[in-house]
C-alpha cells in the first residue's frame, strides 16, 4: 500500500460545477497537507496549505482534513475551464517544506 | 520577486552519461529540494539541502547526488544515466522553517536515449 492514494481521473465537470478531490493516506504522522495545482510543462504551484485537522477556505477553494479517518479533500466552487489541472495532494510528519510525499495527482478538465 | 530557475529546461543524454542540473532558489530562501516526478510513480522526493548540508534524502540510489552553494544555489547531479532515469526534475525552494512553503521551479526534462 503506498502511503498517499489519489485516484488519478480524468474527472471531466462543466463550468459552473462543484468539484471534489480526495486522498487517502497510511502515516498517523503526517502533520502537514497541502495541494498543489499543475499546468501541462510547469511546475506544480502551492494551492492550499493545513496544519493538522480542519477546514481551510480561500475564495472557491476549500480543503478539509481528516485525520481520524487519514483523509483530505479539496473542493473547487464554481469550477471554471481555467482550473482545468492536475490536483496533486503532498503531506509531510514534520515540515510543510521538504521530503513531502505525493499522490500522483488528479487531472481535471472543466469544459465552457 | 523572481522565482525558481532551473537550468537546463530540456536535454537529451544518452545511456551512461552523467548530467548535472542548476537551480536558483527564492531570494532569501536557504532550503532547496529536488523531486523526480514520472508518469508512473509520480513525484518523489530525491533530497534536500539547507545552508550547504544535506537535511533530508529520499530512496533513491547513489547515482543520484546534489550539493549546495553559499549563495543558496544547488546542483544535482545523475551519474551512469539509465533509460529509467528519464523524467522532469522539479527544484523547490522554502525558507526551511517548519511551516515554509514549497515553491516549485518548472523542471528540468530529461531525455536518456
Known amino acids: 500500500q503506498k502511503e498517499v492514494e489519489q485516484d488519478p481521473g480524468p474527472l471531466s465537470v462543466p463550468e459552473g460545477a462543484i468539484v471534489s478531490l480526495n486522498c487517502t493516506y497510511s502515516?498517523?504522522?503526517?502533520?502537514?497537507f497541502m495541494w498543489y495545482r499543475q499546468y501541462s510543462r510547469k511546475g506544480p504551484e502551492l494551492l492550499m496549505y493545513t496544519y493538522s485537522s480542519g477546514n481551510k477556505e480561500d475564495g472557491r477553494f476549500t480543503a478539509q482534513v481528516d485525520k481520524s479517518s487519514k483523509y483530505i479533500s479539496l473542493f473547487i466552487r464554481d469550477s471554471q475551464p481555467s482550473d482545468s489541472a492536475t490536483y496533486l495532494c503532498?503531506?509531510?510528519?514534520?515540515?510543510?517544506?521538504?521530503?513531502?510525499?505525493f499522490g500522483k495527482g488528479t487531472t481535471l478538465s472543466v469544459s465552457s | 520577486k523572481a522565482g525558481v530557475t532551473q537550468t537546463p529546461r530540456y536535454l537529451i543524454k544518452t545511456r551512461g552519461q552523467q548530467v548535472t542540473l542548476s537551480c536558483s532558489p527564492i531570494?532569501?530562501?536557504?532550503?532547496v529540494s529536488w523531486y523526480q516526478q514520472t508518469p508512473g510513480q509520480g513525484l518523489q522526493f530525491l533530497f534536500e539541502y539547507f545552508s550547504e548540508t544535506q537535511r533530508n534524502k529520499g530512496n533513491f540510489p547513489g547515482r543520484f547526488s546534489g550539493r549546495q552553494f553559499s549563495n543558496s544555489r544547488s546542483e544535482m547531479n545523475v551519474s551512469t544515466l539509465e533509460l529509467g532515469d528519464s523524467a522532469l526534475y522539479l527544484c523547490a525552494s522554502s525558507d526551511g522553517t517548519a511551516t515554509g512553503e514549497l515553491f516549485f521551479g518548472e523542471g528540468s526534462r530529461l531525455t536518456v536515449l
Open positions: 503532498a503531506m509531510a510528519p514534520n515540515q510543510a517544506g521538504t521530503a513531502l510525499i
Open positions: 502515516n498517523s504522522a503526517f502533520q502537514y
Open positions: 531570494s532569501g530562501h536557504r532550503s
